[in-house]
């Protein structure tokens, strides 16, 4: 029984190792070659800047930042999730006219501290390899495009919504600032300079005044301490002095007078010629003083004859009239003086209240000037980013450039004949080992039951086991 068992197991083994070793033979004559076509990206991430400048309103500055700037990032780890993405794949193979399962996917590889990209595709042909790189190069070049110009259109319409909302907003700031130059009364930015200068002339002018009333002054006072008169005395007398009548009335009142003191120094005041006289001089005065009271519209008191000096001597009565005279226009001129200085006082104190006024209203007409100026720099550069961003490569997907066109492969890659061998001949030791071992396990066992049945005196039996 036990030889049966040995020549089961070798033909167990002989059989194994012959389906073993014939599989092997049988694939290494069947194996066809593959085909491998590859191509080479480099995914580009220079990073660009460009600054414009608008005169009186600000800049505008657009940044495209390097691909590779994020210390953890980089963008052709994206590629190639994007590479073998089941859209990517079935597109590219519905372009070139194959199914899913006949096209594949690459075998793609990222060169360290590169920007490139290494890809690989393997076909039953040279032209079938080399038609699914293209193929799939194309349709990968399309896919980040697309993304690429997805993205500049999310940016765009971003800007667009910037540029609505700058544009509102300089509208309600020059709109503002319109409605304020109307209600404020500022029309012009010259307005608060011209009035501070007006302002300037008028004082320069007042000075000017105050200097002619000062000398004015001085001669009036001069005058009055050369006729002991003042400026109203002075204008009376030459009013009187001009009137004919009066001065007819005061010739009698002169000579009534100096014939009454002649006949006082005469006679007794009880003498009828003194007594005669005095009533012609009473007479005499009484005529004076109602003509004076007409021209004058007031009362006239006598005693101011003396004052006044109405002598017709040479050496004092022409003289003393020209003084008065003088003295009263000088007066006059004075009097002018100061209502005018009086004038520019008020037009002064008007134009600088004005001009406060006008100041304060100012610094709001700057604010909102202000304000205008920054709307319309904001929107300036708003659309100036849209304009340049046009043209941008934006960040998240950069431009790709292919170094390398997708081969045509030369020679095949089959089934690796030594290793095809190696692992037949491995697979027939470690088989006859089993085996080999499950042999000896059996030996093992059928000895231990004989020697089991002699020790406790029993008939030596040979026991079959089980095969199963």
Do not use: C
């Not at 590629?79 to 519905?94: D, M, P, R």
């Not at 690989?120 to 110009?149: C, D, H, M, V, W």
């Amino acid at each position: 029984m036990v030889m049966n068992r040995w020549k089961s197991l070798l033909l167990t083994l002989v059989i194994s190792n012959a389906v073993l070793w014939s599989a092997a033979l049988l694939y290494m004559s069947r194996a066809k070659p593959k085909y491998t076509s590859d191509w080479t990206i480099n995914v580009l991430g220079t990073a660009s800047s460009s600054n414009i400048n608008i005169p009186e309103i600000g800049q505008a500055t657009s940044q495209d930042a390097s691909a590779y700037a994020g210390i953890s990032y980089d963008p052709r780890e994206n590629y190639k999730a994007i590479a073998t993405s089941e859209q990517v794949l079935n597109l590219a193979a519905k372009s070139a006219n194959m199914n899913n399962t006949t096209f594949g996917a690459p075998k793609i590889k990222i060169v360290d501290n590169t920007t490139l990209m290494r890809f690989e595709f393997q076909g039953k042909t040279p032209a079938e390899a080399q038609k699914k790189s293209q193929a799939f190069y194309n349709t990968l070049t399309l896919q980040i495009n697309k993304l690429r110009s997805d993205d500049i259109a999310q940016q765009n319409a971003r800007l667009q919504v910037g540029i609505e909302n700058s544009r509102q907003k300089l509208k309600a700031a020059q709109q503002k600032l319109s409605e304020y130059r109307v209600t404020s009364g500022l029309s012009a930015n010259e307005q608060l300079s011209n009035l501070a200068i007006n302002i300037e002339t008028l004082r320069k002018q007042r000075a000017e005044l105050i200097a002619q009333e000062k000398q004015s002054s001085a001669r009036v006072l001069k005058l009055r301490q050369d006729l002991n008169l003042s400026s109203e005395q002075a204008g009376d007398a030459f009013v009187l002095q001009a009137d004919q009548l009066f001065q007819k009335y005061l010739l009698s009142y002169n000579d009534a007078k100096s014939k009454s003191v002649i006949l006082e120094a005469k006679f007794l005041p009880s003498h009828p010629s003194v007594i005669n006289q005095n009533a012609e001089v009473q007479q005499a005065e009484l005529a004076l003083t109602n003509r004076a009271k007409i021209l004058l519209k007031r009362p006239f008191d006598i005693t101011s004859i003396e004052q006044f000096n109405f002598s017709d001597n040479e050496s004092s009565g022409p003289k003393r009239a020209a003084l008065s005279e003088k003295l009263v226009t000088t007066d006059v001129e004075k009097q002018g003086l100061k209502a005018q200085i009086l004038g520019l006082n008020q037009q002064i104190g008007q134009l600088e209240y004005r001009l406060k006024v006008l100041s304060q209203r100012q610094s709001k007409l700057e604010d909102l000037k202000r304000d205008v100026q920054i709307a319309e720099a904001v929107f300036s550069s708003t659309i100036a980013r849209l304009d340049m961003a046009k043209s941008s490569v934006s960040s998240a997907y950069p431009q790709i450039q292919l170094l390398s066109h997708p081969s045509l492969p030369e020679s095949g890659t089959g089934a690796n004949r030594n290793l095809v061998l190696l692992g037949a001949g491995f697979g027939s030791i470690l088989l006859s080992s089993g085996l080999a071992r499950l042999l000896q396990n059996k030996v093992q066992k059928t000895d231990y039951l004989l020697t089991d049945n002699i020790l406790n005196g029993k008939k030596p039996q040979i026991y079959e086991t089980s095969e199963h």
